[in-house]
């Protein structure tokens, strides 16, 4: 450290050479080094004054010598070779470890010299070395003793309390503000701070991928507002169920009412009805005993004020409850299209149907659940099909389709229920103009369909349209076969589980075939009948028809009795119905009655379990009829052999009347095989 010079007055040399000015000089001296040691670093230079004589000596030698040092940070004494594994990246990942040393930690006490501490330190230590000064200049003014003073007196005056010197030699109060401040905050106790980790098991992960195209989201989307508006009709539905149970309390007693009227209804109807009920039950015409031809009995006219100008499109009995039917009212003219109705009479109440529905367009086709009775599926003229709940009370169906659901382009021309699939989710068939046999299937509220089979229609090599078809219907016994008609006379049969072709085609009639059905009984007979005026039984086996009989008349419907397997019946449009029974006559018909003149005749049904026969006409109008006693006879047998009964009996009755119609075996049969010893053969 450099030296520092400090001038003493001659003076106060003389007194205290050793005293006074060395004091002084060591109080300069600290505020020098107190100066120099309050900088942030400190440089200390080693100057050597003693040099070699020898110049050329090996001490000049290694001092031209470069001597190469790197410094780094890097702590030698840490480890790093530390390693720990990483669950995020599924691989071991090594750790960084601090690599600083800290030796040593000065903290700064410096202070602005523009702030108000600093001018307050620099007052009083201006003040102090100005009283200090002041009494150094007193002490070396020339003093006139009185007396001669000896030397002794220096060293009396050396200790004098009132001196100088002992007035520098004084402790100074520490400044609190100057080197050793310290703050309020330092001053407490600090919690130390903990550091504290644990280690858990990472959650189970799984990898998935999928692609996203510009339909797929355009599909997604479709399917977010068909949702949307599905909760904004769920929404409505349960306001309205809100609005109905508010008025439920009210309408408890008229329902209580409507009950008491419907079977006071019923009774009056009974009343009026009843030379007809009786007939129903207990007439048997005595005629049939002495010819054989039989008639039908008239019973009831169904007919409704609302489905006036409307044709009878469709009839389906109820299989739970044989008294009850449906009736599908719409048009079959273009230009005559509007609304429709739905309509469920019962025998036990001619006068006014059970339940309808007004429907949107006009009914086409109708069909009842066989297993579920409160549940019926219809297609319409502008190509949809709806499901008809009658346990709601809502007059809307409880499932239809639309254009986004797979609808139709032309009008469904028959619809048919079939078992639930491996889901047990209801499902039906419909055939339409378009080409199409759909699948339709009740999922939860919507309809989703499925195509079978497309069928369509080569015009030439090049060009090809969709099979407009008209009707079709499934075998009884085997689930997955069925036949479809078509516009252009042409029957297709099918299978649901070869989707690509049909099996296998019949050239039916000249024109559109309007109702195909297979037997009940006989697993290879259907029949057929079209506008060209014919009905003919087929067995799908062969590709020509078995019988063919000419009505001279468009025929509208034919339908098989269900308890004979040779008893089928069909309607004209010239109002006449024809009933066959080919076990009797297999040439006409046992009876032929003239209905009405003026009616075109639509459709016609037999009911599952009594001898009643439903006809319905153009005017929206349905009649029942009664069949006689020689229209449901048994074959005669012979004498001491017992009438055989059940379906083997009617399906036995069937294959004796194809056995005749096949055509026998002409080919020769083999010639019979040599023998072995020829001798024997010539001798005999």
Known sequence: MPATNVNVPASSRKGNPKGNVAKAAKKR?????????????????????????????PFYIELKEEITRILTANNPHAPDNIVRYSYKERSFKPISVDQLVVHFVLDGSLLHQDSEEARRLRAKEGLKVAVAIEEVEH???????????????????EDRPDSAASKLDKKEPKLTNQFNFSERASQTLNNPLRDQKCQTEPPPRSSFSDSANQWEIYDAYVKELEKQERNKQKQNKKEDDKKLSSTETQADGLNKLSKAAKILERMVNQNMFDPILQDFKYFEDPADEGQPDGTLLPLWKFQFEKSKRLSVTALCWNKKYPD?????????????????????????????????????SGVLCLDVHEQRPHMAAAGFY????????????????????????????DPV???????????????????????????????????????????????SEDQSINAPLTSFDFHKQTDYLFLVGSENGKIYKCSKSYSGQYLDSYEAHVLAVDSVKWNQFHPKVFVSCSSDWTVKIWDHTVSAPMFTFDLRSAVGDVSWAPYSSTV???????????????????????????????????????????????????????????????????PKMKKHQEQPKGPEAEVAKMERLLSLLREPDTTPPPPPPPRANPTSSTTS
């Open 29 to 57: 001296s600290h505020r020098y080094i107190y100066s120099l040691w309050s900088c942030s670093t400190a440089v200390v230079f080693l100057w050597t004054f003693c040099k070699p004589d020898d110049k050329h000596g």
């Open 139 to 157: 002490e070396e003014k020339p003093q006139t003793p009185a007396t001669p003073v000896d030397d002794g007196d220096d060293a009396a005056d």
């Open 324 to 360: 009850l039917f449906a009736v599908g009212m719409g048009s079959y003219e273009f230009k005559r299209q509007s609304g429709g109705l739905l309509v469920f009479y019962s025998l036990k109440n001619p006068s006014y149907p059970e339940y309808f529905f007004h429907t949107w």
């Open 382 to 409: 502008d190509g949809s099909v709806a499901v008809f709940n009658l346990k709601e009370k809502s007059s809307e169906p409880a499932f239809r389709s639309t254009a986004k659901t797979g609808q139709h382009t």
């Open 413 to 459: 021309w028959q619809v048919q229920w079939q078992n639930d699939d491996m889901d047990n989710n209801h499902n039906f068939f419909s055939v339409s103009s378009d080409g199409r046999v759909v699948c339709w299937t009740l999922v939860k509220n919507e309809l989703v369909h499925t195509d079978i089979i497309r069928l369509t229609v080569r015009l």
């Open 568 to 634: 089928f019946a069909a309607v004209t449009t010239d109002g006449m119905i024809h009933v066959f029974d080919l076990s009797l006559n297999k040439q006409q018909p046992l009876c032929l009655q003239q209905l009405t003149a003026k009616k075109h005749l639509t459709h016609v049904q037999f009911n599952p379990v009594s001898p009643v026969l439903i006809v319905g006409d153009d005017r929206g109008h349905v009649s029942s009829f009664k069949l006689s006693p020689n229209l449901r006879t048994q």
